[in-house]
């Protein structure tokens, strides 16, 4: 693999010096500035570039945009002193790498372990969580993800805050540090996934605007003001900004997959979309070691998961949220928000896990739209799906984990159906042992006006739920912009050594060994095709046929018993029993199982 990533962007290393490149077409003079002085820019078609001779690595520079603006490099690959300060130049060829041998791992063999690195340890480094790779791998995770890393304003971020999507947050550690990160997973079998967010920039610390207002466009609005230009004026520098992004990460990084961020709220009337030439230039790029590429899109389009002969064509899977809001919603019987379009949620579990989308075209009542394209003929390693996220936590009032909301023998029979069934599983960091620490929403703005704005929009954020209709109880909410709402989200790695959180990773241990042995040899075989079905109201039975057998989850979430029979040739995988008979089986209120049958 590459150690370095070629790109028209940032510092490139010359045999007797650095060349320094710039694109602000709205500033036709641009200086170099460095400790030791500062350089005029030459200026062509957009494009600023110097060479300074007898530059090397660790030269601290900034680029002087106006006579009273130095700003950094916006493809800075490292910011030692945060987004403010000077950017420095990095070496990519540095760093020795041991993982000349790794070769990737097949998607249908990922569990997923997503991660906030600032509060997965109390030290919130790279090498920190490093230390806790093998006790993840011995657990049964083969996929870490991590939370977007671009260097954000402050100490304390979800990482969604981000304005220097080249720069791994100095927070964390050096670039060689996440490398190191990285090389060690490889070590131990893990495929490593990077979230990256390419439909906004934070709110704090972007400067594009000062020096390339071809950036942005105020033809299309986002939640976060003006959006980024990927189809007007300029817009191909803006796509190649993006597209070099993804390839450096998983070029100079050696990430295995990277997960896109929100692609619905990326707006582009080209005739290419972003979000396809992306998969395509990408694909074409890196050959030789499988490349998965994630979507987070509310919108459900299954265009982008389309197959040829197996293999993704464009995009490897989509997160699900569909399955999460029927797990939910079942679990808990919350309903404000999202969660009123999963008024049946039986229904709309058996149609997701047998189909990928719940809505597939259907009218949204929360959205007030149909949303959502047909996708019952794609694989079921085409949706990622989950009980918990970063999202689904986080963005709740009081960051409560499922955990908190919903009864254990529930939330039992909910781990086993997220960890055996053929979808790819993704667990949040924690819940693999039902941690009691809360993930919170918390940011780290130096701004005193912008830090007032994020604890009210916090607080408005709820009004329209209804237990928060109350101003009094919206005033409970934790304040985002203080450091002890991070400094409780932490997690607590003594909780696994005690009960109950240590039943619950053995449980999840036995899982993640089930569907290692019984269900990843049928999912790996080939996709047939599945169906769901409803013996009962309360009661769920999915089918799924691949070339080496079906496997069969039935799950009663009512009150009564119900019997049904078992296909001939079925076994349980699980619970573990002995050998079933033909004839009926019992499972009693809100348990199920598992059954496998080999052709």
Request: aromatic letters at 12%; a negative charge.
């Amino acid at each position: 693999m590459r150690r370095s990533h070629e790109m028209p962007f940032g510092t490139r290393a010359l045999p007797h010096g650095v060349e320094f490149r710039l694109w602000a077409p709205s500033t036709p003079s641009v200086g170099l500035w460095t400790p030791q002085g500062e350089f005029d820019m030459e200026f062509q078609e957009g494009w600023h570039r110097h060479v300074l001779e007898g530059a090397r690595a660790g030269q601290a520079y900034r680029f002087r945009v106006r006579d009273d603006l130095l700003v950094p490099d916006p493809a800075s690959r490292f910011q030692p002193e945060d987004v403010e300060g000077p950017s420095l130049v990095v070496d990519p060829e540095a760093y020795v790498w041991a993982d000349g041998e790794w070769k990737g791992r097949s998607w249908e063999e990922a569990v997923i372990y997503e991660t906030h690195l600032g509060s997965a340890t109390p030290e919130g480094t790279f090498a920190a969580f490093a230390d806790k790779l093998e006790g993840l791998r011995d657990l049964g995770f083969t996929a870490i993800e991590l939370m977007p890393l671009a260097d954000f304003p402050g100490k304390r971020n979800w990482g969604y805050d981000g304005v220097l999507p080249y720069a791994p947050d100095h927070t964390y550690g050096t670039p060689d540090d996440l490398k190191a990160l990285v090389d060690r997973a490889h070590g131990l079998g893990l495929m490593t996934i990077l979230d990256v967010v390419y439909n906004h920039f934070g709110p704090s610390g972007n400067y594009l605007p000062a020096y390339a207002g071809e950036f942005f466009t105020s033809r299309h609005r986002t939640l976060w003001g003006a959006g980024i230009n990927y189809d007007g004026v300029g817009a191909q520098a803006v796509r190649d900004f993006f597209i070099h992004n993804a390839l450096y990460w998983l070029e100079e990084y050696h990430f295995d997959g990277l997960r896109f961020d929100a692609v619905h709220a990326i707006a582009d009337d080209s005739e290419r979309h972003f979000v396809a030439e992306l998969a395509e230039r990408i694909r074409s790029a890196i050959v030789g070691r499988p490349v998965h590429l994630i979507l987070e899109n509310a919108d459900n389009s299954a265009r982008w998961l389309e197959r040829t002969k197996g293999v993704p064509s464009l995009h490897t899977a989509q997160w699900s949220d569909d399955v999460h809001h029927a797990w939910h919603r079942l679990l808990t019987g919350e309903d404000d928000g999202y969660y009123v379009d999963y008024a049946d949620p039986v229904a709309h579990l058996g149609r997701c896990l047998a189909e990928g989308f719940a809505y597939q075209g259907e009218i949204s009542a929360h959205e007030r739209k149909a949303r959502g394209e047909p996708s019952a003929h794609l694989p079921p390693s085409a949706f990622v799906a989950f009980l918990q996220n970063h999202d689904q936590i986080g963005n709740r009032a009081f960051g409560e984990r499922l955990g908190h909301l919903a009864e254990p023998n529930r939330l039992a029979l909910a781990r086993a159906g997220l960890l055996l069934s053929p979808q790819i599983p993704l667990v949040f960091m924690g819940e693999e042992w039902g941690a009691s620490t809360p993930f919170q929403f918390f940011v780290d703005f130096p701004d005193a006006e912008l830090t007032k704005a994020v604890r009210e929009g916090r607080r408005r954020e709820f009004e329209s739920f209804g237990r928060f209709k109350d101003e009094l109880v919206r005033e409970r909410i934790p304040d985002p912009t203080v450091s002890e709402t991070f400094s409780v989200s932490l997690l607590d790695w003594s909780e696994p050594d005690r009960p109950p959180h240590s039943q619950i990773l053995a449980e999840t241990r036995e899982l993640l060994r089930v569907r290692r042995e019984k269900v990843v040899p049928l999912t790996k075989s080939g996709f047939g095709g599945a169906r769901w079905s409803r013996p009962a109201p309360d009661v769920l039975d999915v089918i799924w046929r691949f070339d080496a057998g079906t496997l069969r989850f039935i799950a009663n979430f009512g009150n009564e018993t119900f019997g049904f029979s078992g296909a001939e040739g079925e076994q349980p995988i699980w619970p573990a029993k002995k050998p079933i008979q033909p004839g009926s089986i019992r499972l009693a209120p809100w348990t199920g199982m598992m059954l496998a049958r080999p052709l």
